[in-house]
């Protein structure tokens, strides 16, 4: 996939889809401009300053100058190869390039990446850059549907363009424009959820709920599906079922993003 990025549509067990743009070479390259140009920074000035501690402290300089660039071989490996799990845990499978061209790395089952999956794609990366550029990942891409590097298909993962980020206003439109009432005070779902253990829920669980609000007024189903998603929720909270109406299913929902993102 060289040219138009592609749409990957994942179906969750809810009977939500998640719609996924995924990114194409062009997008992933300038990612990793961006990333190859902080690394070598970094780098730069790491290397200057222990070439300046440490070389003093040696009488003899060809002991020294071993020494010194046997620790800046395994600094460069450290921060190569540990540079990307360090953001992509951080930022949510992101890196400083990644953000800069609105793209991210995830689940090829649609939920975020975890520190096993960025691990495995990490290491793999150094294959990938065989024999030099990225030489050998290139030519997997290229020949990959999904344009997938090698430490991509190790690690099942997939590069997908960053989703506009869920605000407070949005979720309120979200919420109140497809129920018959356009604007209402907070209500008893909104009181009940507020005593909730949201952080008992994971983000693949938060993810599921903000495609629902995002998405509330197109689907057909949406009464249906915000039931059975606050079942979910409810239930991985460890909560006994049905606590609100099911009329109120969707302000409960959007209550529960809400606490998990801002208070």
Known sequence: ???????????????????????????????????????????????????????????????????????????????????????????????????????????????PITLAESVIRNLVRLVDFLPGAYGLGLVVMFADSKARRLGDMAANTLVVREQTAVTLESLGKAATSADPVVSRAPGKAEMEAAKWPVDKLTEADIQLAESLLQRYNELPNGFTLANQILNRLVERMELPSNPVKPSEAI?????????????
Do not use: C
């Not at 302000?251 to 208070?263: G, L, N, P, S």
């Open 1 to 111: 996939m060289t040219a138009p990025d592609e749409f990957l549509n994942i179906d969750t067990p809810e009977n939500v889809v998640f719609g996924y743009e995924v990114v194409g070479i062009g997008s992933r390259f300038l990612a990793a401009l961006v990333d190859t140009a902080i690394i070598g920074l970094l780098l730069l000035a790491a290397n200057a300053i222990l070439i300046f501690v440490l070389l003093g402290g040696f009488d003899s300089p060809g002991m020294g100058n071993s020494f010194v660039v046997a620790l800046l071989s395994l600094i460069s490996f450290a921060f190569f190869w540990g540079y990307y799990i360090f953001f992509e845990m951080r930022w949510n499978g992101s890196s400083p390039g990644k953000r800069q061209v609105g793209i991210r790395v995830i689940r090829a089952d649609g939920t």
């Open 251 to 263: 302000y409960a929902i959007k209550r529960i993003v809400q606490i998990y993102h801002y208070d």
